[in-house]
């Protein structure tokens, strides 16, 4: 029937991850397509940008313009025009959020790179320019300029001490190095984005910072575990247990203000869904604490608002007329037989064994952990505790990154996966635990493919669940779940 083929259609679009394992070891192949791509493009025309008179140039600053000649404002709006136009580029090419293997993302990093470097011959100098060095930073960082990345990123702090972006970036390149005095200026950083957002006012605090700030947490967690630092020193108070608690309470303090606003009609519920799937996972690590349940009332209250329809199923971003018009009522956390549904995928299971040696040859080039190609995934796990997820990105953004390294996943794949798809393989060790967590959007699949599977008694001792569903894998055997589901592994 017609709405069988779509449904069949649909779903082959929407293929989302493949994993697999090896030894005792989970090994993931990632493939992340979407089946309505909603790609906001960045504006890479010269920007206009509107001047005021002024008072005093003594105190120019970006969030004190009253306080800036005209002059100032002059100059800082034409090197804008050129920060606008390399930012695009720069997003174009994956922004800071991955790990660059293509020529072609490092010909627009390149290109974007210079394009900052224009801007910076119009103003260098005030704090206008803060922004401007802070993403050349990123740019350097990503194109292995790690000097250069590090005096970008300092200058960015120097121009600006009120940039919370600046602070986060350059203590995340503090805390890559090998030296402790890195380490400690490290915090001071984090310390310092910190108190910048606890210090914002309701109207001025961009709530999607929240997220970022936390997640400096998992990463200077994930730096203690590599170099033998003391979470509980009390030299290190910024890290400890308390304290995380205290920024999870006011990080919940001001997604509460935005509730406020959404119950009182001033904020519709769709506009404040980012800051409402923020709350709850706050919510979800403070209610285990406190054993409350104060995020299962979030979501039904969110379920009323029309948000979600299900309180195991939160992504940031739900097509509700995806439900209405082809996927199963009520929502199924699990795919049954997918591999009658995606011919790729029985292909797939036909050449695991190769699948399994390109892994292997994938672990030789060297897997990345996973937190570095998508920086708020380093909160999922904690190498603090000694678990480890590691990952080889196959195909991402379009693009095939490793085609001769993964010939056949890449051959197999290539034409099943649309544009905002990826495959990688995923490595997880034993002991390894991935938190609860939902993907983006509802419009997503994921698949995993059991490889080589360790000998387990049940699945309370290997698997994953699914909207609280348990499965575990098998050996050359395909799973699939929704992808908007909550979903854990183990």
Not at 325 to 344: D, G, L, S, T
Request: charge should be negative; include cysteine.
């Amino acid at each position: 029937s017609a709405m069988a083929s779509a449904l069949a259609a649909t779903l082959v679009a929407v293929i989302s991850i493949v994993t697999v394992y090896v030894r005792n070891e989970t090994i993931v192949m990632n493939i992340t397509p979407s089946l309505n791509e909603k790609k906001e493009s960045a504006n890479t025309n010269a920007a206009s940008t509107t001047v005021t008179t002024t008072t005093s140039s003594s105190k120019c600053h970006p969030l004190r313009q009253n306080l800036c000649s005209q002059c100032e404002l002059d100059v800082a709006a034409a090197a804008y025009e050129y920060f606008i136009r390399g930012r695009g580029i720069f997003e174009s090419a994956g922004g800071a959020g991955r790990v660059v293997f293509d020529d072609a993302s490092k010909l627009k990093l390149q290109q974007a790179k210079a394009i900052f470097e224009e801007s910076l011959l119009i103003d260098s100098t005030t704090p206008f320019a803060s922004s401007t060095y802070q993403n050349l930073g990123l740019v350097l960082s990503k194109l292995g300029d790690t000097k250069g990345s590090y005096d970008a990123l300092e200058k960015a702090v120097q121009l600006d001490d009120e940039n919370v972006y600046a602070h986060h970036s350059f203590a995340k390149a503090l805390s890559t190095t090998h030296r402790e005095e890195d380490w400690h200026l490290a915090d001071k950083h984090f310390s310092k984005a910190h108190q910048l957002l606890s210090n914002a006012n309701e109207k001025e605090i961009n709530f999607n910072l929240v997220l970022l700030i936390l997640s400096s947490h998992g990463i200077v967690f994930d730096r203690i575990a590599t170099r033998g630092r003391d979470v509980n020193n009390k030299n290190n108070s910024n890290l400890s247990p308390d304290n995380r608690t205290n920024y999870l309470i006011k990080a919940r303090q001001k997604f509460e203000d935005v509730i406020d606003l959404v119950k009182s009609g001033k904020v519709s519920p769709k506009s404040a869904m980012n800051s409402i799937n923020y709350l709850q996972g706050i919510l979800r690590e403070l209610d285990a604490e406190n054993g409350e349940s104060k995020r299962d009332e979030l979501l039904e209250w969110a379920i009323q608002q029309g948000l979600w329809r299900d309180k195991r199923q939160t992504p940031r971003v739900f097509n509700h007329m995806l439900y209405d018009a082809i996927k199963p009522k009520p929502i199924r956390p699990w795919i049954p037989n997918p591999e009658q549904v995606f011919p790729a995928l029985k292909s797939a299971m036909n050449q695991w064994h190769t699948i399994l040696e390109e892994y292997r040859a994938a672990r030789i080039n060297g897997l990345q952990p996973v937190g570095e190609r998508v920086d708020q995934d380093v909160i999922l796990y904690n190498k603090a505790l000694g678990e480890d997820w590691s990952e080889f990105p196959i195909l991402s953004n379009g693009m095939e990154l490793t085609p001769d390294i993964a010939p056949t996943v890449t051959e197999i794949f290539r034409r099943v996966i649309p544009p905002m798809g990826t495959a990688a393989f995923s490595s997880i060790t034993p002991g390894t635990k991935i938190k609860p967590h939902c993907g983006p959007s509802n419009e997503l699949i994921t698949c995993h493919l059991g490889i080589i599977i360790p000998s387990h008694g049940s699945v309370n001792e290997l698997g994953m669940a699914a909207g609280g569903e348990k499965r575990t894998w098998r050996e050359g055997e395909w799973i699939c779940f929704e992808d908007s589901m909550e979903h854990e592994v183990w």
